[in-house]
């Protein structure tokens, strides 16, 4: 069995040491490893021995990427899996990792469903539609979904109400334009937004009688920008 010969500084990376085996092997390993491993010099160091300290090293680093990424953004079960799979970590270290994360309360796909569901409603004014196709793109488990769109429903403003307010952020833009433009865009934006046809029909039945009383005279900008 190889000895440790050595323990190496590694440029940049002042909390790991690459550990030189006397066969002229050498491994990358976290200084916490290598103290919980009694990875020091002149000692013997049997395969297995070694093989447990880089699966150990690579589910620590796993979990330090993993914090890193859900520090930054919110992510759903499949797509921190996708992610450290990215990074180049194995099935079973990926696996360990979110069950981990889950145990500290950091990944929660219902959790998760309910902030897109809450912030389409609220402050993106989405209907129904447009939100569930976000939240198919991050893949979120449908079963977890149902469960926040029942939590939430109960305080959530009917969709009509939903629809005046999307068409409210536009209403300046609407202003310049002749009537049939603007109901036309208004139709438009509504569907791109996520709203079914009875809705927008009702919407657009509310929101166009401003239009109607500031018919005479509408003769700006025939052309202005379509909104996503």
Known sequence: ????????????????????????????????????????????????????????????????????????????????????????????????????????GYLDDRRLAEAVIAEGVELKHHGPMRIRQRLRARKIDPDLVEQAERKLAPGQPPLLEQALAALKTKERAYARLTPEVARRRMTAFLQRRGFDFDTIREAMRRFGRALDEAEASTGGDQSGGEDA
């Open 1 to 104: 069995m190889p000895t440790v010969r050595a323990l190496e500084p590694i440029p940049h990376q002042p909390s790991r040491r690459r550990v030189v085996l006397s066969d002229g092997e050498a491994i990358e390993l976290s200084l916490e490893v290598i103290l919980a491993a009694d990875l020091v010099p002149d000692k013997t160091v049997s395969p297995s021995a070694l093989a447990e300290a880089q699966r150990t090293d690579s589910l620590k680093q796993a979990e330090h990427d993993a914090l890193a990424m859900l520090g930054r953004k919110a992510l759903s079960v499949a797509e921190l899996k996708a992610k450290l799979a990215a990074n180049g970590y194995d099935q079973e270290t990926i696996d360990r990792v979110i069950i981990q994360c889950r145990e500290w």
